[in-house]
């Protein structure tokens, strides 16, 4: 079974930075892609940066510029760093491995950290 352990959330305020890491139990060579998504009160989950296993990487409209997200393939690790934080960023962030194969599509999930921004 693949284990995804996220860490670094915390309370920030407004402008201040974080940097999230996600530990993952397999090598992350084997996954198709890597991502971060998050969830506010009431919000449905979305994506907001996600990194596929040739690097290429996407983000969502409303971080681009201010996250970044990036892998250690050595340490399995995956990290998003998020700068300029503001208070819409508040939500709880979860880690995300998909790996596509023939079959079918494998999703992973992390029980996800929280991320507070205050005004």
């Known amino acids: 079974q693949v284990q995804l352990v996220e860490s670094g959330g915390g309370l920030v305020q407004a402008g201040g930075s974080l940097r999230l890491s996600c530990a993952v139990s397999r090598s992350i060579d084997s996954f198709t892609a890597m991502g971060w998504y998050r969830q506010a009160p009431g919000k449905q989950r979305g994506m907001v940066a996600r990194i596929d296993n040739g690097g290429s990487t996407n983000y969502a409209d409303s971080v681009k510029g201010r996250f970044t997200i990036s892998r250690d393939n050595a340490k399995n690790t995956v990290y998003l760093q998020m700068n300029s934080l503001k208070p819409e960023d508040t939500a709880v962030y979860y880690c995300?491995?998909?790996?596509?194969?023939?079959?079918?599509?494998?999703?992973?999930w992390g029980q996800g950290t929280q991320v507070t921004v205050s005004s």
């Open positions: 995300n491995a998909v790996r596509v194969r023939p079959g079918g599509t494998e999703s992973y």
